[in-house]
C-alpha cells in the first residue's frame, strides 16, 4: 500500500521507469510488469515482493559458541558504553520539550495509591467504578447501590460506593490500630500487584492465586508448615521462643478485604464460620451478603481494584502508625499473648530453644 | 590587649564593610591553633528510639506476608524476581540464542530447595522470569542480579563439563573404546604396516567367520587405510559378532583421534554410532521375548 501511494504521488514517470539499483536486483527472478500488476493487487502480493527483496539481501549471522550459546567477543560489543550514552543523552533531553499535566499514569495507582482522604466521585468515576453488569445479570439484593439503567448495563451510585469506601476505610484502620492481621485478597490476573501492595502499606497479608480450600477451617493441616514469629508492640522480633510457636495454633486473619468475592465464595464462607469479617467490591451481579462491609464498585475494571485496594491499603497504613504512636505513649492498643517459659532477652539471642538458653537447673 | 580567643587573629580584629561603612565582626580563619581544652560535643538527641524490648507486650504475626498462600518462601520468591525484573527491564538485552546457556534446577530440586509443594506450573513461571532476566546484556549485568540468579542454577553445571579431548600418547598410540551386545573391546591404534591382534592372538584364529573379521576392521577397510594403521584389541564377553562390533566401533574411535576430519566418512560407514540393541528378556506368557505359545480355542 505504501509503495503504491508513493508511486502515484510521484507521477507516470516513475511508475514507467523504476530506480535502477531496484531492477538490478530484482532482475534474476520479478520483471517489473509483474511488480506493477501485482501493486494494483491485495497486500498479500505486495508483502511477498517484501520477502523477495528480503531473500536478495545477504544477511550475516554472527558465530555462536556452542558450548556456552554466546556470540564471540560479546563483552567487547561497547553495549555497555551505548547504553551510558543513551543514559545521559535521556537526562539531557528529558527536561526539554512540553509537559503534559496533568495526565493519568496508570503506575502511580499501584506505587502510589491515593489516600481516603483523596476517595472523590471524580476518581471513581474515572476508574469506572459505576459500571455494573447487564440487568438480566443483576442480584436485586444490590437494588439500593444501583442508581438507574443505562445501555443496558446498570450504573452503581458512586455517592453510595463513597460512602462504603469511606466506612471500609476506618474499618481497616480500626482493627489495624488494635493489633489485628488483614488478608487482602485479589485472584484474578492483574490483581496480584495492587494487593501485594495494599498488604505492604497495612503489614498485612496478600493472596493473588488460588484460595486453598480449608486454610482457615483445616488450617493445621495447610498451614501448618507455615512460619509464625513473636514481636513486641514496635514490631521487633522477639527471638527464641521456636518450640512454644510449634505448639500454638495456626493464625488466622482478623480481616479480610476481597477484591472478586464471586471467585472466593469459599474463602468468604470459611471466615463466616469462624467469625472473621470481610470486605469485599460487590458488582451488581454478586450477592451482598457474602461479604460483613460491600463496597459496591466494578469488581471486572482493573483501575478500579486498584484504586479501591491502594485505599485501603493507605487506611492500614495510617492505623500501623496511630498503633505505633500509641505505642510509643506507653498505649499497647491489643491483647499481648502469655508466654509460659520465660527466657532473658539476651540468651535468645543464640536462637535456639528455651530449655537450652537457660541451660541445666 | 592579648585575644582571650583560641585561635590566631591574622588581620584586624574588625572589618569594615565598604558599601555602609559599619563594623563587622571579625571573620575567623583558616588556620587554627588547636584548642588547649580538648573536649567532643554531647551527642545529639535521640527521639526515636524505643524503650527496651519487652517480652509482656508480644503478639504472634506470620513471619512472612505470603503466609495464607501456603507456600511463602516461593511466593515471596516469585515476587522478589518480580521486583527485579521491573527495576531491571529497561537494561539491553540479548537474543535467548546469544545468552548464557544456564542449566536451571528442577521442579524437584526447587521442591527440596524451599521445602513446600511447588505447583510445576508455577515453578515454570519463575523459570521464565529468570531467562527473561538471564537475557541482559553481559556487559551491563547488575551484580546483584546475578547473585539472586545464583540461588536457582543447578549445584553442578553440566554444561560447564567439558569432555577431555582425546590425543595421541607418547607412545603414538591412540585409544577407543566399543561396545556390542554384551562385549566389551579396548582397541588400540598405532602407525604401522596393517597388523592386526585381538588378545594376543591373530585375528584368523579368533574369529572364524569371515563376515566377524570383515566388521571388526570395517573402519579401516571404508576409510581405505588398511595398511596404515596396526590394531591391538583386548575384547571380552559376548560371542563373536558382538565381540566384532565392539572391535569395529573402537577401532573407529581410535582412528577419529588420528584423522579427526574422517568422521562423516566412518558415520556413513556406520561405525561411529553404538549400536543400543541388547537381547530382550523373556516375559511370563510368552515362550521367548516376542513368541507366544500356540492360541487354543478352548
Known amino acids: 500500500m505504501i509503495i503504491r501511494k508513493a508511486v502515484i504521488r510521484q507521477g507516470c514517470h516513475t511508475r514507467t521507469a523504476p530506480t535502477r539499483p531496484w531492477i538490478r536486483s530484482l532482475a534474476t527472478e520479478v520483471d517489473v510488469q509483474s511488480i506493477e500488476s501485482s501493486l494494483d493487487n491485495s497486500l498479500k502480493q505486495t508483502k511477498s515482493i517484501e520477502s523477495q527483496v528480503q531473500n536478495e539481501t545477504t544477511k550475516l549471522v554472527p558465530i555462536i559458541d556452542s558450548r556456552t550459546h554466546s556470540t564471540l567477543k560479546l563483552l567487547e560489543d561497547k553495549t555497555a558504553e551505548k547504553y551510558k550514552q543513551l543514559q545521559r543523552h535521556k537526562k539531557l533531553t528529558n527536561p526539554l520539550g512540553s509537559s503534559i499535566a496533568p495526565h493519568y499514569k496508570p503506575h502511580l495507582l499501584v506505587n502510589h495509591p491515593p489516600q481516603p482522604s483523596e476517595i472523590t466521585l471524580e476518581l ?103 512460619k509464625t514469629k513473636i514481636v513486641d508492640e514496635f514490631d521487633r522480633d522477639i527471638p527464641g521462643y521456636d518450640e512454644e510457636l510449634r505448639d500454638r495454633p495456626v493464625l488466622k486473619p ?108 | 590587649m592579648t585575644s582571650k580567643l583560641p585561635w590566631r587573629v591574622t588581620y584586624r580584629l574588625s572589618t569594615q564593610c565598604p558599601r555602609c561603612l559599619s563594623r563587622l565582626p571579625p571573620r575567623r580563619t583558616l588556620q587554627t591553633t588547636t584548642p588547649k581544652l580538648a573536649f567532643t560535643a554531647a551527642p545529639p538527641v535521640d527521639l526515636e528510639s524505643l524503650p527496651p524490648q519487652n517480652a509482656s507486650n508480644a503478639r504472634i504475626v506470620p513471619a512472612s506476608p505470603s503466609y495464607f498462600t501456603g507456600r511463602p518462601d516461593s511466593t515471596d520468591n516469585y515476587l522478589s524476581l518480580l521486583a527485579l525484573l521491573r527495576r531491571y527491564q529497561t537494561l539491553p538485552t540479548v537474543p535467548p540464542a546469544q545468552a548464557p546457556r544456564i542449566a536451571w534446577r528442577t521442579v524437584t530440586q526447587y521442591r527440596l530447595l524451599v521445602g513446600e509443594p511447588v505447583r510445576a506450573s508455577k515453578y515454570h513461571k519463575i523459570i521464565e522470569v ?104 583386548l575384547v571380552t564377553g559376548g560371542g563373536s559378532t558382538g565381540q566384532a562390533e565392539a572391535i569395529t566401533l573402537g577401532t573407529a574411535k581410535a582412528l577419529m583421534v588420528f584423522e579427526p576430519a574422517l568422521k562423516p566418512a566412518l558415520r556413513r560407514a556406520g561405525c561411529v554410532t553404538r549400536d543400543p540393541r541388547r537381547v530382550e528378556r523373556k516375559k511370563p506368557g510368552h515362550v521367548k521375548a516376542r513368541k507366544m505359545p500356540a492360541w487354543v480355542k478352548r
Open chain 1, 124 to 226: 471513581l468515576l474515572a476508574s469506572q467504578a459505576h459500571l455494573g453488569h447487564r440487568t438480566s445479570h443483576w442480584n436485586p439484593l444490590n437494588s439500593r447501590y444501583i442508581f438507574g439503567i443505562r445501555q443496558g448495563i446498570h450504573i452503581i451510585s458512586l455517592d453510595v460506593t463513597a460512602a462504603h469506601l469511606r466506612r471500609a476505610c476506618r474499618v481497616v484502620s480500626g482493627v489495624i490500630e488494635r493489633g489485628g492481621l488483614v488478608l487482602f485478597v485479589g485472584t484474578r490476573p492483574g490483581q496480584d500487584r495492587c494487593v501485594v501492595k495494599a498488604a505492604q502499606l497495612a503489614g498485612g497479608c496478600h493472596l493473588f492465586e488460588r484460595w486453598t480450600p480449608g486454610s482457615i477451617t483445616n488450617g493445621h493441616q495447610i498451614l501448618g508448615n507455615c
Open chain 1, 254 to 361: 482478623d480481616l479480610v478485604v476481597c477484591m472478586n468475592p464471586l471467585e472466593n465464595w469459599v474463602l468468604l464462607h470459611e471466615c463466616s464460620l469462624n467469625a472473621i469479617p470481610t470486605i469485599g467490591i460487590i458488582d451488581t451481579d454478586v450477592d451482598p451478603t457474602l461479604v460483613t462491609y460491600p463496597i459496591p464498585a466494578n469488581d471486572d475494571s482493573l483501575r478500579c481494584v486498584q484504586v479501591i485496594a491502594g485505599v485501603l491499603g493507605r487506611a492500614g497504613e495510617e492505623g500501623q502508625k496511630s498503633r505505633r504512636e500509641k505505642a510509643m505513649q506507653g498505649n499497647v492498643t491489643y491483647t499481648p499473648i502469655v508466654l509460659s517459659e520465660r527466657v532473658s532477652t539476651k540468651g535468645a539471642q543464640t536462637g535456639g530453644s528455651a530449655k537450652d538458653i537457660r541451660g541445666p537447673q
Open chain 2, 130 to 233: 529468570l531467562q527473561r532476566l538471564n537475557r541482559i546484556h553481559p556487559s551491563v549485568m547488575p551484580p546483584e542480579l546475578s547473585g539472586a540468579m545464583q540461588i536457582y542454577k543447578r549445584d553442578v553445571d553440566p554444561h560447564a563439563t567439558v569432555r577431555k579431548p582425546l590425543v595421541v600418547d607418547e607412545d603414538g598410540r591412540a585409544f577407543g573404546v566399543g561396545r556390542r551386545k554384551s562385549s566389551s573391546a579396548k582397541v588400540y591404534l598405532v602407525q604401522g604396516e596393517g597388523e592386526v591382534l585381538v588378545n594376543g592372538k591373530s585375528i584368523n584364529n579368533v574369529f572364524g567367520r569371515i563376515h566377524d573379521r570383515e566388521s571388526a576392521l570395517w573402519a579401516l577397510k571404508a576409510t581405505n587405510r588398511m595398511d596404515k594403521y596396526n590394531v591391538w584389541a
